[in-house]
């Protein structure tokens, strides 16, 4: 799965932050700079995304939202496969949870 065009892949996810997870308001994920990791429900590996656009957040209620994967060439992420359900991890601290909705064409860095 290292450096496939799979693991290249740009996924459609649904997220939830918690109320009283974050020291600050839910992130904004259409800035393109929200570079959180997940963790796969039953597993232990921290996975580096970042969320490339999405809708506006608010605690505890559902948004959407697109990520990339950052580390393609040098970490498998075929634990995101289609509906599998994450934590959303800032550091030590989960602050959110979502699950994959799906996955398009693979991300284009433009270089």
């Known amino acids: 799965m290292i450096g496939t065009e799979?693991?290249?892949?740009?996924?459609?996810?649904?997220?939830?932050?918690?109320?009283?997870?974050?020291?600050?308001?839910?992130p904004n994920l259409a800035s393109g700079r929200y570079c959180p990791h997940l963790v796969v429900r039953g597993s232990s590996a921290y996975l580096g995304v970042c969320f490339l656009d999405g809708t506006e957040c608010a605690f505890d209620r559902p948004a959407r939202g697109n990520i990339r994967l950052l580390y393609p060439d040098t970490v498998d992420y075929s634990l995101l496969a289609d509906h599998a359900e994450f934590l959303i991890v800032e550091g030590p601290n989960p602050v959110g949870k979502g699950r994959v909705l799906g996955r398009s064409a693979p991300f284009e860095t433009g270089l």
């Open 6 to 26: 799979e693991n290249r892949a740009v996924l459609q996810v649904e997220v939830v932050f918690w109320s009283g997870s974050r020291r600050t308001m839910p």
